[in-house]
């Protein structure tokens, strides 16, 4: 019986230092990790057969494959039909969407990768590559707001960054905000980091979707020259510039040819953005003016801020640039719910102030502020959902309370 007690330890002491072994640890969860990433492929893929959709990408994907093996402009007529075909099972009538390429000619460098393959597999791919792309954004604005919250609250938040409403929808529709939202906080990390060859190169590949940093860019390029950071602002530059120039090398037209598909995109699409809805759907009333002149004020306070920088002064540099991210989609004349990823890191700054508060009992507040967020956007959707459409009700929390957030944590610090 001793005996047998004894070569029992033996064996457990033997494999816990196994365990014990950096090179071991790192094999096993690196198959643990494998294993996942498998799994969820698997059902990403299964869910692309059952489920077909992906329209966000279609018409990129098949102008891609249509540039690639034959030839073909991505933004023709031709190409269009295709994608129509493909989303429809005909061509489109006038009144709906026209599936129409419309992104920057650089945006093939993102499908590239996945044009030789079948469409359910390049879709299943993507959705893996987006859900593993917001976990890094959670992660990434984590780091930057130096939040530090206890382990069960911080599987909560990552969970909440997954799961909550902009994600699964941009997941599902393989939509490249994701991944431009994670670029984009990628670019604010690295100024703060002095890491500007990543912060330029990050901030100008999000340039795929211009509407998610027509605002951004000029604020990091403009404050790399102010404030003497050249290798900032010139690897922004430099990299905008052998995207574009070599688009045209290898499409002279497409600018033109894009211009026209956005000229096209406002007549069989409606404008939304918050202030538009504010000002035409919730108070009618207020009108086209005053819907301009709503703009104008923003503006010119973003202005404002933006000449208020002193260097890159880590607090107020990182509540301009979130103010930034917040007034872009609140003005801009066409924005999507998956574009309101780019704002996460403003969710973060508020829990990290919250954190740093003396409210009793603030992280279980912060869960159910969590909570409150992640059920009542998924209720709002399921009761206003026409369709398969989301209705203009769903353009409205996050800007709006992430800018109220802002302005107050904005008021205690100046009133401290």
Same mark, same amino acid.
């Given at each position: 019986?001793?005996?047998?007690?004894?070569?029992?330890?033996?064996?457990?002491?033997?494999?816990?230092?196994?365990?014990?072994?950096?090179?071991?640890?790192?094999?096993?969860?690196?198959?643990?990790?494998?294993?996942?990433?498998?799994?969820?492929?698997?059902?990403?893929?299964?869910?692309?057969?059952?489920?077909?959709?992906?329209?966000? *990408?279609?018409?990129?994907?098949? @102008?891609?494959?249509?540039?690639?093996?034959?030839?073909?402009?991505?933004?023709?007529?031709?190409?269009?039909?295709?994608?129509?075909?493909?989303? +429809?099972?005909?061509?489109?009538?006038? #009144?709906?969407?026209?599936?129409?390429?419309?992104?920057?000619?650089?945006?093939? !460098?993102?499908?590239?990768?996945?044009?030789?393959?079948?469409?359910?597999?390049?879709?299943?791919?993507?959705?893996?590559?987006? #859900?593993?792309?917001?976990?890094?954004?959670?992660?990434?604005?984590?780091?930057?707001?130096?939040?530090?919250?206890?382990?069960?609250?911080?599987? *909560?938040?990552?969970?909440? @960054?997954?799961?909550?409403?902009?994600?699964?929808?941009?997941?599902?529709?393989?939509?490249?905000?994701?991944?431009?939202?994670? !670029?984009?906080?990628?670019?604010?990390?690295?100024?703060?980091?002095?890491?500007?060859? /990543?912060? @330029?190169?990050? !901030?100008?590949?999000?340039?795929?979707?211009?509407?998610?940093?027509?605002?951004?860019?000029?604020?990091?390029?403009?404050?790399?020259?102010?404030?003497?950071?050249?290798?900032?602002?010139?690897?922004?530059?430099?990299?905008?510039?052998?995207?574009?120039?070599?688009?045209?090398?290898?499409? &002279?037209?497409?600018?033109?040819?894009? =211009?026209?598909?956005?000229?096209?995109?406002?007549?069989?699409?409606?404008? /939304?953005?918050?202030?538009?809805?504010?000002?035409?759907?919730?108070?009618?009333?207020? @009108?086209?003016?005053?819907?301009?002149?709503?703009?104008?004020?923003?503006?010119?306070?973003?202005?404002?801020?933006?000449?208020?920088?002193?260097?890159?002064?880590?607090?107020?540099?990182?509540?301009?640039? !979130?103010?930034?991210?917040?007034?872009?989609?609140?003005?801009? =004349?066409?924005?999507?719910?998956?574009? +309101?990823?780019?704002?996460?890191?403003?969710?973060?700054?508020?829990?990290?102030?919250?954190?740093?508060?003396?409210?009793?009992?603030?992280?279980?507040?912060?869960?159910?502020?969590?909570?409150?967020?992640? *059920?009542?956007?998924?209720?709002?959707?399921?009761?206003?959902?026409?369709?398969?459409?989301?209705?203009?009700?769903?353009?409205?929390?996050? &800007?709006?309370?992430?800018?109220?957030?802002?302005?107050?944590?904005? +008021? +205690?610090?100046?009133?401290?």
């Amino acid at each position: 019986m001793n005996s047998r007690t004894q070569s029992g330890r033996l064996i457990m002491k033997e494999r816990i230092r196994y365990l014990d072994n950096p090179i071991m640890r790192k094999i096993i969860l690196g198959s643990i990790v494998l294993f996942v990433v498998i799994i969820n492929l698997l059902a990403f893929y299964q869910f692309s057969i059952v489920a077909p959709g992906g329209n966000d *990408s279609i018409p990129r994907w098949i @102008g891609t494959r249509a540039w690639l093996y034959e030839g073909i402009n991505p933004y023709s007529a031709e190409v269009t039909a295709r994608a129509q075909k493909m989303i +429809y099972g005909r061509l489109a009538t006038p #009144e709906e969407d026209q599936q129409k390429f419309v992104y920057p000619f650089y945006t093939i !460098l993102f499908y590239l990768p996945v044009v030789w393959m079948k469409y359910e597999w390049a879709r299943a791919i993507y959705m893996l590559i987006l #859900e593993w792309a917001i976990l890094a954004l959670v992660i990434v604005s984590i780091k930057i707001m130096r939040w530090s919250p206890p382990k069960w609250l911080l599987i *909560s938040t990552i969970l909440f @960054g997954i799961l909550f409403y902009h994600s699964i929808r941009t997941i599902v529709l393989w939509q490249l905000a994701g991944i431009c939202a994670l !670029l984009i906080t990628l670019s604010l990390w690295g100024i703060l980091n002095k890491n500007d060859f /990543v912060a @330029g190169i990050s !901030l100008a590949l999000a340039s795929i979707k211009p509407q998610m940093v027509y605002l951004i860019i000029p604020l990091v390029f403009f404050s790399g020259i102010a404030f003497r950071r050249w290798k900032l602002s010139l690897s922004l530059l430099i990299t905008l510039l052998l995207l574009i120039g070599g688009s045209f090398l290898l499409l &002279p037209t497409w600018m033109s040819d894009m =211009i026209q598909q956005m000229v096209d995109y406002e007549h069989y699409t409606y404008t /939304v953005s918050p202030i538009h809805i504010l000002t035409h759907i919730i108070f009618p009333w207020l @009108g086209n003016n005053t819907e301009k002149l709503l703009i104008m004020i923003l503006l010119v306070w973003l202005m404002y801020e933006w000449l208020q920088l002193k260097y890159f002064e880590e607090d107020h540099f990182i509540w301009v640039f !979130l103010l930034t991210l917040v007034i872009t989609n609140l003005i801009v =004349i066409r924005t999507a719910t998956t574009n +309101y990823l780019m704002m996460f890191p403003v969710i973060i700054y508020i829990f990290q102030k919250l954190s740093s508060s003396n409210v009793p009992k603030v992280n279980f507040w912060i869960l159910l502020l969590e909570i409150i967020y992640f *059920s009542g956007t998924w209720f709002l959707f399921f009761i206003t959902v026409q369709g398969r459409e989301e209705q203009w009700q769903m353009y409205l929390p996050l &800007p709006v309370l992430g800018l109220i957030g802002l302005l107050i944590f904005k +008021y +205690y610090e100046n009133k401290m």
